[in-house]
């Protein structure tokens, strides 16, 4: 996370008033420097991308499952975005066609702690960020989620689409191994 750190999120949900009112300034100052760079790089991203900033709120999204194709590079997060008891959120399939690379693996995990950090279940996401490296030609992207776990998933990419789902069918574990 470049903009909000996961020690900063955890000062805002802090339990202690003085602690999180003063990380809620810093917070704000936060959010309007990404959007800022955001705008700046927009028209950068893949259409994809663009349609998830113009379209959807990844926050207190729920992870359902992420799946690592292993010989291509390719990864697949299936999200359930925040939604009611009696209208459920949409599901989405965020595909990332991964930045190949040898110096630096493209999809990666931190593991995090700190107050209000890794207490709830199942996985949200409280966080996430775009963002871009290189020039115009030959960029690559990147997308950083923080976890309600306290997990940070990195993640470099050079292709990106969103696929709204009608159903994510889960089997059981007995069920998935046979």
Request: net charge positive.
């Amino acid at each position: 996370m470049r903009y909000i750190k996961p020690d900063l999120l955890a000062r805002y949900l802090s339990p202690d008033d003085d602690v999180a009112d003063a990380a809620a300034a810093e917070w704000d100052q936060a959010v309007a420097a990404y959007n800022t760079r955001l705008q700046a790089v927009r028209h950068l991203f893949p259409a994809g991308v663009r349609a998830v900033l113009d379209r959807f709120s990844l926050h207190d999204a729920r992870v359902l499952t992420i799946v690592l194709a292993k010989r291509r590079p390719l990864l697949s997060l299936l999200i359930r975005l925040e939604g009611t008891a009696s209208r459920p959120g949409k599901m989405l399939e965020l595909r990332y066609g991964l930045a190949e690379g040898r110096k630096r693996p493209a999809f990666t995990t931190v593991k995090h702690g700190g107050p209000g950090m890794g207490a709830q279940a199942p996985t949200l996401i409280s966080y996430d960020e775009f963002g871009v490296t290189g020039g115009e030609a030959g960029s690559v992207f990147t997308h950083s989620l923080l976890l309600t776990s306290g997990d940070e998933l990195r993640i470099r990419f050079a292709g990106f689409s969103v696929q709204p789902l009608k159903r994510v069918i889960i089997p059981s574990v007995e069920q998935a191994t046979l």
